[in-house]
DNA sequence: CCCTTAATAT
DNA sequence: GATATTAAGG
């Protein structure tokens, strides 16, 4: 372990790392490597006093996760204002990360737990960088020791333990620390297949950390990484089928000022959705994917809605207008006040996109125009909703729905294919949202998000999505359970 | 105990 | 930004 004669002893090297325990591992193997070391828990005090005495470090190993600043923004700082070689250093090797860190300047990137053979070779880094290095000055340890508050600072080990015995215990304890670094892990699209493939296999009910974890049999894997893979997972899936977090209506229904029945639609290129039929006025469905593919009838109708939804109805105002043909609108304005009976699972299974502007209409018989909207969690019995269509109050009705944000990252992998990639090609009616229909005969219509759309294998009718049942016995347009919708998701869409 | 969720840390 | 860890509640 001792370093040869003729190697460059002396160098100033910074290490920058808001865990301590690496910060001390650090410290002791550069001093076995003859280094002289100044250790800092803190970014940006690392950072001032590297401007504050510059001349005094030769070199910094910083980590790239830390609290009041980013590594790599200290980087950044160094290469702006000092002219320092820095090595980063992360218990993360992902080559995006590790990518960042060369185009930011970065020297070298150091894979946590990091091991004394790779710091022997940092000297070269100055070198390199300065051409040269004078090993005799000594300028550097200078009142080290006044700047205690600021730093932790120890060019030696203090305390009266033996040097040598003191070197082997400490590289024991080195190797023990750096073997009990666990790696993180990583859900590569492999891993995650077998993590659905077991979740598929439980079925989503009975998917619970520790049973999918017996199940993928992957060595190493604990409950807790399941756990929060699952979570992620959980919140993925919530989040594909427009549950929303925040309190953002998703979608609505919009009647028609003065249309009539009959109304149909098409599903246009890019998704979008057009109304036709007779006296068709203006509502046109889009299924769009962002707030401005919206038409000014629903934004209006929206706004509407939210400046109403909160005065109007408390959490347990919900009512149920019958017994049939039920319509549970849980979800209606995602978030707060739905009183989701969430099954032990934590997923919901969506109802239909939101009626809420369709109610506005027919809801109480109450004055058909005025607004009205129902709470989240109302039932609503179908046949009420068409028999009031029929009436006269809302014939043409019109689908829209927007989503800011329909396929979180983490949920990029797996439902790798854009959606955008099947556009939807000018198709016939689109009964699905013929009101004629709306008589519970049919429960197998599922609205995809944006330019999404079965093979025409799979479309018994044109234009006409079907699902394999998870809904059945529900008379509406329904969404199926978000666990359901993403695996059919990966069915319709190619690898 | 184990599970879920949210919050926070790395 | 992704994953881990922690905290709290069931």
């Known amino acids: 372990m001792a370093v040869s004669e003729d190697f460059p002893v002396g160098l100033r090297v910074m290490v920058v790392d808001d865990d301590p325990v690496c910060l001390l591992i650090l410290q002791r193997m550069l001093h076995q490597c003859r280094y002289r070391v ?72 150091l894979l946590k737990p990091v091991r004394i053979e790779e710091l ?30 600021l730093v932790e600072v120890q060019s030696e080990d203090h ?126 469905g889009v299924f769009g994917r962002s707030l401005n593919q919206l038409d000014r009838g629903t934004l209006a109708a929206l706004a509407q809605l939210q400046a109403t939804q909160q005065r109007q109805f408390g959490v347990n105002e919900a009512q149920q207008l019958g017994d049939s043909g039920k319509l549970c609108l849980e979800h209606l304005f995602a978030g707060g006040t739905s009183q989701e009976e969430t099954s032990s699972s934590g997923l919901q299974r969506m109802s239909s996109l939101e009626l809420d502007l369709l109610m506005q209409q ?50 990029q992998h797996f439902t790798e294919q854009p959606l955008g990639s099947h556009p939807v090609e000018p198709e016939g009616d689109v009964s699905a949202f013929d009101l004629s229909r709306l008589d519970g005969s049919f429960d197998e219509a599922i609205l995809l998000p944006s330019p999404c759309r079965l093979a025409d294998s799979d479309c018994p009718e044109p234009g006409i999505f079907t699902f394999p049942d998870p809904c059945a016995g529900i008379s509406s347009f329904i969404h199926p359970s978000p666990h359901d919708f993403s695996s059919f998701l990966d069915e319709i869409l190619p690898p």
């Open 159 to 284: 305390g009266s333990r033996k040097r040598k015995g003191n070197i082997e215990l400490s590289d024991a304890m080195i190797e023990d620390a750096n073997s009990l670094k666990k790696a993180r892990v990583v859900w590569s699209s492999e891993l995650h297949k077998k993590f659905v493939n077991a979740v598929n296999q439980l079925g989503i009910d009975k998917a619970v950390p520790k049973s999918i974890m017996e199940i993928m049999r992957i060595q190493g894997l604990t409950r807790e990484n399941v756990a929060s893979h699952l979570q992620k997972y959980r919140l993925g899936l919530k989040r594909l089928c427009g549950i929303r977090v925040e309190r953002l209506p998703v979608a609505s229904f919009q009647a028609s000022e003065n249309g009539q029945c009959g109304g149909k639609m098409q599903i246009q290129s890019g998704g979008s959705v057009s109304a036709s039929g007779s006296n068709v006025s203006s509502n046109v």
């Open 120 to 149: 022997r070779n940092i000297w070269q880094h100055v070198v390199r960088k300065k051409g040269t290095f004078d090993f005799n000055r000594d300028n550097c340890s200078i009142d080290w020791d006044s700047n205690k508050t």
């Open 38 to 109: 100044t250790t800092c828990s803190c970014a940006t005090q690392a950072y001032t006093m590297l401007r504050e005495r510059q001349d005094t470090f030769d070199l910094v190993i910083s980590d790239v996760y830390m609290p009041d600043m980013d590594g790599f923004r200290l980087l950044e700082l160094i290469g702006l204002e000092l002219d320092l070689p820095v090595i980063m250093m992360s218990a993360n090797g992902e080559t995006s990360l590790v990518m960042k860190g060369i185009t930011h300047g970065a020297c070298d990137y």
């Open 362 to 411: 027919v809801h109480q018989g109450m004055a058909p125009r005025q607004q009205q909207v129902l709470a989240s969690g109302d039932l609503v019995d179908l046949s009420i909703v068409k028999s009031e269509v029929e009436a006269g109050g809302c014939e043409n009705m019109a689908m829209q729905s927007h989503q800011r944000d329909p396929m979180p990252n983490s949920l």
